[in-house]
């Protein structure tokens, strides 16, 4: 009977470290994966964080565009480039045609 309880023993023993051995490999695999994908979850992060700043820039940039399109500058500027007009008190040069 003895003999019978060292074996039982060194079976629960076998078993019990067979489990621990199993749930370590099982927990050092799921620590790498989630290293991996914390790893992706900072790159995306990263990436996102340089889209919000440059839709910040290009929301400043048209705000500035938008003000800027009020002025009396820009109105005189569209007028001479895209409609050829001129203020009264300007002369218009051409180039002669020799040159």
Known sequence: MHRRDKWGNRMTLIGITVVVLSLAVVVNLKSASLKA??????????NLQAQKDEEEQRTKDLEERKIYVQTKQYIEEVAKEKLGLVMPDEILLKPSEGE
Do not use: S
């Open 37 to 46: 994908k914390d790893l992706e979850y900072q790159i995306r992060e990263e």
